[in-house]
């Protein structure tokens, strides 16, 4: 009877778990979150995702970074302004793998709504690319019109994506949520538990051309941590000759990178800095990788690394098997 009562007089509510999903970003976002009954963030995370395009879409006609790639000079919204700022941060911590002034080059190489060509001016293109560049000419204040250093363009696809899982983070945060998985476009953040008081667990795919679902590589569990993962074995297309071209491109050389590194998986505190360095990563291939990441307390990387006849090998950073699931 005591049981009763004392049950009877709590005021902490039962949590259910809800699920958020849909299109976001050219792919989809699922995210879950434990709630009293009857509580929904859809409105607001929906918000989100809307403002994040009209901001960082290169394929939203009025975008802002649409906008400033057709040399227009405008006032940058909080959160675009926050992404250009932390990524020439992150291209000075990666020596310039991670490069957000690549677009050119992107799109020269037929990939983020370029169209392929049988001959690429990379020399000329290069005079347009660099982020020490940009940073002659970092943004200022959001009260200060900003405009690209001539002939520039930018493509943040490599970092918007775990930026805005990391914002969604920040609306649930602010809302008393402590439980949650944010999965965006494939960049996921953690915390706490779901609703079978578990960690959350990810699976990290393997390196296929097909998607296979329920096929992964390994499987790991995060509470307050972030995932992201790059590769090369899906976004690529094969000239006349069959040699495959990749999507990441080098910002040093401007060619599309040729390396044994089949994909990069980073865990990190933020989505943000997860996004960047899996990119990275992909540049610079696994010994540039490992080295790298040895400057960034609390990251880890686990690679995956072609080998002879078809075989892989797997590489982990040292810290990463604590959050294996075995």
């Not at 020439?88 to 020269?108: C, R, V």
């Not at 493509?155 to 999965?183: C, F, K, P, R």
């Not at 499987?219 to 495959?244: C, F, H, P």
Request: glycine share 8%; with cysteine.
């Amino acid at each position: 009877m005591s049981l009763a009562i004392l049950a009877s007089c709590s005021s902490r509510p039962e949590l259910v778990q809800m699920t958020n999903q849909g299109p976001a970003q050219g792919s989809t976002f699922s995210i879950s979150y434990l709630v009293p009954e009857g509580l929904d963030y859809r409105t607001a995370i929906d918000s989100i995702l809307l403002s994040m395009d009209q901001q960082m879409s290169l394929w939203v006609e009025n975008s802002e970074i649409v906008a400033l790639n057709n040399g227009d000079s405008i006032f940058l919204s909080t959160d675009f302004h926050d992404v250009i700022l932390k990524s020439l941060m992150l291209s000075e911590l990666t020596d310039g793998a991670f490069d957000i002034s690549i677009a050119p080059l992107i799109q020269a190489w037929g990939f983020s709504g370029g169209s392929r060509k049988d001959a690429i001016n990379i020399d000329s293109l290069m005079n347009f690319v660099g982020y020490k560049g940009m940073v002659a000419h970092r943004p200022g204040t959001r009260l200060e019109k900003y405009a690209l250093p001539q002939g520039y363009a930018i493509d943040v696809n490599a970092i918007a994506q775990g930026y805005t899982v990391d914002v969604v983070a920040s609306l649930l945060e602010s809302e008393d949520v402590s439980n949650y998985m944010i999965e965006i476009g494939g960049e996921v953040r953690c915390k706490g538990v779901n609703a079978r008081g578990r960690k959350w667990r990810i699976g990290i795919e393997e390196p296929s051309e097909e998607r296979v679902t329920g096929q992964f590589q390994t499987i790991v569990e995060l509470d307050s941590m972030s995932l992201a993962t790059s590769g090369n074995y899906r976004k690529y297309w094969e000239d006349e000759t069959g040699q495959k071209v990749v999507h990441s491109i080098d910002p040093e050389t401007g060619r599309p990178v040729i390396s044994n590194l089949l994909s990069a998986s980073i865990i990190a505190p933020t989505a943000t800095t997860a996004d960047a360095l899996a990119t990275a990563c992909m540049i610079k291939g696994i010994v540039g990788a490992t080295n790298m990441l040895d400057r960034f307390p609390g990251v880890e990387g686990y690679f995956i690394v072609g080998a002879k006849f078809g075989e892989i090998e797997v590489i982990e950073t040292p810290g990463w098997k604590r959050y294996t699931v075995n």
